[in-house]
């Protein structure tokens, strides 16, 4: 993908799929061939009456409309044909047309319900020009059985706009030169705004029913009678203001692709060309001195599917053949084997994380060496069965025992803002604070104490009698008063315990006599 510069204007495809609904059902159902010539409209239950919520081009052209109920359209035209719309199933085919759209930039935007918007900014070159690119795009579309309209314009409004309303205002404009947006929108309806019903039947009585009425206007009149909100849209759609667009997927930090004149299907033909864009992207990993952390391949294929496969690293890797060895892994541990249909016209490489990697220098022990091969397997493992089955401990600042450390995926790894665990680090010469062993859960022991509040003098634990020789505490540690559950957990008060033989314990109290219910005791650890 080739770099813009910050001083390149901004360009904008927006597309617009006027018949969405109906185009989707015709191309899932297997309708008779009468059924398929019969105008189609999606109904839904409104006010306990089905009414038109979509139609298809026929029926449009013969005067059917959204909103109109089901008994008023079987008057007109006796023969429609009507089925339930399926919203859930609209927006599942627009995000798949996104996903195909990728092809021609990675900035994507979905424009709800019927509507997409892509950030060509200098991408035009890959087609000649923004009219190739355009034509490429709508032709593609127009394979797949959908009406589709699209408009180029310097901001994603304008060219929105234009798409939705061109055909009907004066002068027709497909793509819009860079700095031409006001003249090329000022015929368009006020409905080209979007604002609310509200907002747009005051304007038709103020006598204010095109943009270029609007834009004649002072501003501050305009937000005091009609809101704020409709300066703000009128200085966007007249290309005053671009605020850009907000894609499906962020911008990766590198990102390599490699088209194909013919569509590729053979395996080698694809491990090679995967294997190329991964030594490119190595490279300029290598010149930023960054390693990526997560890598996303995507296979577009001819008939539009997209199939994405992403691999994560333990540790920053700019190495083409442990990227490859990784995407190996993952191909063959898919349940469902990647298909290439017709062929892949499309292989992109995107390097999602990327972190600061210099040189590695080997210490005298040899210890980078054994790090570098366990961070390889532990890459391996979750390669071939998932991040979340190849785990680790981590700290978590608590000073509950049992909670200060959890399981989290290996792949992960230290990037230095854990937090420190809340225990207590004791000196070198100090016996250990806690022991290496713990309890899960603590186990309940039978303890006899002096005093109530103090240590115990023996306890019994699995039949067995212990005497205390020495010990050493309490340790009182409260409940986290920030969880639900706090209110329930009694305070805990820990004692290092050695018996008669020399065995060291770490033993609680839970629960203050005075207290209800009554204190228990538990061996949490046994230290070595």
């Known amino acids: 993908m080739s770099t813009v510069s910050s001083a390149s204007p901004r360009r904008y495809l927006a597309l617009w799929f006027p018949f969405l609904p109906a185009d989707r059902q015709r191309r899932t159902s297997s309708a008779s061939p009468a059924q398929a010539e019969a105008p189609l409209v999606l109904v839904e239950k409104v006010s306990s009456a089905l009414r038109l919520a979509a139609v298809d081009r026929q029926g449009f052209l013969l005067g059917l409309t959204p909103g109109l109920t089901l008994a008023d359209a079987r008057a007109r035209i006796p023969h429609l044909v009507a089925v339930d719309m399926d919203r859930a199933a609209d927006a599942a085919l627009l995000a798949r047309l996104a996903d195909w759209c990728d092809r021609y930039t990675p900035l994507v935007a979905v424009e709800e319900p019927d509507g997409l918007v892509l950030d060509i900014t200098g991408c035009a070159h890959l087609f000649a020009d923004e009219a190739g690119l355009r034509r490429a795009v709508m032709q593609g579309l127009a394979r797949g059985g959908l009406t589709v309209r699209g408009s180029v314009a310097g901001t994603p409004q304008a060219a929105a706009a234009l798409a939705r309303f061109g055909r009907k205002a004066l002068g027709r404009h497909d793509i819009v030169p860079p700095g031409e947006e006001e003249m090329a929108v000022r015929p368009l309806p006020a409905a080209a705004l979007g604002v609310s019903p509200e907002v747009l039947l005051a304007l038709t009585r103020a006598g204010l029913k095109t943009v270029g009425d609007l834009a004649e206007r002072p501003r ?152 570098e091969e366990v961070a390889a397997l532990v890459d391996r493992l979750g390669a071939r069965f998932g991040a979340a089955a190849v785990l680790r401990p981590a700290f978590v600042d608590t000073h509950i025992p049992e909670r200060a450390v959890r399981m989290v995926p290996a792949a992960l790894g230290d990037d230095g803002t854990a937090p420190p665990c809340g225990w207590p680090v004791e000196r070198p010469a100090d016996p250990p604070a806690r022991p290496v062993h713990l309890f899960d859960p603590p186990q309940p022991i039978e303890a006899l104490a002096e005093v109530p509040d103090g240590p115990p003098l023996r306890f019994r634990w699995r039949r067995v009698l212990h005497e205390i020789a020495r010990a050493e505490g309490p340790e009182r540690i409260a409940p986290e008063w920030w969880r639900d559950e706090a209110g329930e957990e009694p305070t805990r008060d820990y004692y290092r315990v050695e018996d008669a033989t020399g065995r060291r314990f770490w033993v609680f109290r839970q629960g203050l006599f005075g207290e209800a219910p009554a204190p228990r005791w538990f061996l949490h650890g046994i230290f070595a």
């Not at 290309?239 to 194909?260: A, H, K, N, T, Y």
């Not at 080698?268 to 995967?274: H, P, R, S, V």
Request: with cysteine.
């Open 220 to 371: 501050a009149p305009l937000a005091a009678r009609f809101g704020a909100d409709l300066p703000v849209r009128l200085a966007r759609i007249l290309g005053q203001e671009d605020i850009g667009i907000s894609p499906r997927r962020p911008l990766p930090p590198c990102l390599v692709e490699r088209r194909f004149a013919e569509p590729v299907a053979r395996e080698e033909d694809i491990d090679a060309a995967l294997a190329g864009l991964a030594h490119r992207a190595g490279r300029i990993l290598a010149e930023r001195g960054e390693g990526g952390r997560r890598f996303e391949a995507a296979f577009f294929r001819a008939d539009g599917r997209v199939t994405r496969l992403a691999v994560a690293t333990g540790r920053p890797a700019r190495d083409a053949a442990v990227v490859m060895r990784l995407f190996r892994e993952r191909l063959d541990a898919l349940a469902d084997p990647l298909d290439p249909g017709f062929g892949f016209d499309l292989l992109r490489l995107a390097v999602t994380a990327c972190e600061p990697l210099g040189e590695n220098q080997v210490s005298l022990d040899g210890r980078t060496v054994e790090e």
